[in-house]
């Protein structure tokens, strides 16, 4: 499969005399929180076309919880932020990138609440709450535990209002154009336009993560890595994909779908409880129920083991009356459908996938190593959170380099002049002749398959069956053409699933997130980014060292 990966450029046909096409100054892909915040920037400037495969709100921004971390009280400062990142980032974070975005934190929280943003108040000013890895409390939230959904609300109605942007929902972005080793526009499939152009001087991608190519996952479905296997596709450097962060505290009840308990239950003072009803995290880290996330969900994951138990528990019977409810409010809602009353009872939970910490190298500004395509939030690896992300880190890094890369899209997009013309690219696979497979048994298999062998503890003999296998399948999946986005979406799977899994075999050592039980020691000699890249005989791995983030 390799070797059909590496020469796999587009997944789909396309002839440019057959598809309409559409031109634009900027094209931003992806509708959270670093997309619309890319195009609000870049609109001020020149006309935005934003293209989502959902609906505008279906992206992980709308499901975030917790907050977003800035340091607000005057106990705090900005330093302690950039300490606590660095610590956990366990030496593959950039000092500069981290020092930078904790000291620009504070003016663009000041920024979304002049644009509505209605954050929790407490007396006079910002209400605050602790999370894991922070030495202070200093994650804002907007409605309890409703924050994603509180700054699309105030995202989507800017962006809906905006005289230069147009949106387009339930647009698949299939693959990213490229014409002389530039970036140039892309090719998507709608149900009712079909297949299109778009070109645009610069593609800003904000795709999210990847959560959905494992099982057990916090992500919405939209998480299926397109945008990096897009961007992998054209060219691009994926860097540090091996660290996959998974949460410690997920909702476990069979059969239901993974939700999130965020880590600010634990800020607030709940204890973790193996089956016997003892609190274990004492035993694991002096820091307890809130050790840094990697900590809590190994040691999750050794108490279910040592008591071949499905779950541990969230015990928050000590709180005040009412406080819960109170400020967890969708959390508490999520409970009580499943007959939960945390008041009373115990709250089963256990570690699910989370967070993409790798993704697209880009530099401060938002650069791939592309001319022409830009990406910021979950897809982009900045190097703000090196092995191991601090919580409520990440809506800080998407409001941040969305800024940074619509800001630079624009300035491209002023300089450069609009292009009103197409290039022409075309792309025609002949059919396969191969057996074609179930893509959704491939796709239910894959993701079983990530969950046991790349998940929190990894082993050479695990990773190498699994790209094995991953490998088998790919021989059948990736040499044909579909026509629909979930087969897209499959190949997409398939694709960054490799990646992870070379990217972890790769890795002889365990630090952050990544654990390998053969090699369970940090090790200074991999105190370095792992890169990957398409090579016509398939991936090219390589090693690039801790400095400069990723230039250009
Ligand atoms: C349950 C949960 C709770 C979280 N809580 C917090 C928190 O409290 N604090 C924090 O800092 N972080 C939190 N995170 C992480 C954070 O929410 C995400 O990292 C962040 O929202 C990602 O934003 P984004 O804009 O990069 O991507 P998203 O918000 O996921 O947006 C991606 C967009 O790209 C679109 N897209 C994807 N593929 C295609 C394609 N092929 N074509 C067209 N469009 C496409 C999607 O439809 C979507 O609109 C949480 C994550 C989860 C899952």
Request: charged share 25%.
């Amino acid at each position: 499969m390799r070797k059909t990966l590496g020469q796999r450029r587009y997944l789909t046909n396309f002839e440019p005399h057959r598809l309409p096409h559409l031109f634009t100054d900027v094209l931003v892909l992806g509708s959270g929180l670093g997309g619309l915040r890319a195009a609000l920037e870049a609109a001020d400037r020149c006309d935005v076309l934003v293209v989502t495969k959902d609906a505008i709100d279906q992206a992980t921004t709308s499901y975030a919880q917790g907050g977003i971390a800035v340091a607000t009280s005057p106990e705090d400062n900005p330093d302690s932020h950039a300490e606590d990142t660095l610590n956990v980032a366990c030496g593959l974070g950039h000092e500069a990138v981290i020092r930078d975005v904790v000291h620009q934190a504070p003016q663009h929280i000041r920024q979304l609440r002049e644009w509505g943003v209605e954050f929790d108040q407490h007396g006079d000013g910002l209400a605050i709450g602790r999370e894991g890895g922070h030495s202070h409390a200093r994650i804002v939230h907007a409605h309890g535990d409703a924050t994603g959904r509180e700054l699309m609300r105030v995202l989507v109605e800017r962006a809906r209002r905006h005289p230069r942007i147009r949106i387009f929902e339930g647009c698949f972005a299939i693959d990213l154009l490229s014409h002389d080793g530039q970036v140039v526009g892309i090719v998507t499939f709608h149900p009712k336009y079909g297949h299109q152009m778009f070109w645009a001087t610069t593609v800003v991608l904000a795709t999210g993560g990847l959560g959905r190519t494992y099982r057990e996952t916090t992500n919405p479905p939209i998480a299926t890595g397109d945008g990096l296997t897009m961007a992998f596709r054209a060219g691009a450097t994926l860097r540090d994909l091996e660290m996959v962060q998974f949460h410690p505290t997920t909702l476990y009840v069979a059969g239901a779908a993974r939700a999130l308990i965020t880590e600010a239950v634990r800020g607030e003072g709940a204890y973790l409880l193996n089956r016997a009803g003892e609190r274990f995290m004492p035993q694991y880290d002096p820091q307890g129920e809130l050790a840094p996330r990697d900590v809590v969900s190994r040691a999750i994951s050794a108490e279910m083991k040592r008591e071949r138990a499905p779950c541990v528990y969230l015990d928050v019977r000590h709180f005040p009356a009412g406080h819960f409810a109170e400020r967890f409010p969708t959390i508490d809602r999520l409970c009580r459908d499943f007959d939960l009353d945390p008041q009373h009872d115990l709250i089963p939970v256990r570690p699910t996938a989370h967070y993409s910490i790798g993704g697209v190298r880009v530099d401060t500004q938002g650069q791939t190593d592309l001319p022409g395509l830009l990406a910021c939030g979950e897809a982009a690896c900045t190097g703000l959170h090196g092995a191991n992300r601090l919580a409520s880190n990440s809506l800080l890094e998407g409001l941040i380099y969305g800024q940074r890369a619509g800001q630079l899209a624009a300035e491209r997009a002023e300089a450069n002049g609009r292009r009103d013309r197409p290039h022409a690219i075309s792309h025609l696979l002949p059919q396969s002749p191969r057996t074609e497979l179930d893509l959704n048994d491939v796709a239910h298999s894959l993701q079983s398959v990530m969950s046991r062998n790349v998940a929190i503890e990894r082993s050479a003999d695990r990773l190498r069956e699994t790209i094995e296998i991953i490998e088998f399948w790919g021989r059948y999946v990736m040499d044909k053409v579909f026509d629909e986005p979930s087969a897209w979406e499959t190949q997409n799977m398939l694709t960054i699933a490799l990646c992870i899994a070379m990217a972890a075999a790769t890795r002889c050592e365990s630090r952050g997130v990544h654990c390998r039980t053969d090699f369970p020691q940090t090790d200074p000699q991999w105190q370095c980014h792992i890169d990957l890249r398409r090579s016509d005989d398939g991936v090219q791995t390589s090693t690039a060292p801790i400095g400069e983030p990723g230039q250009a």
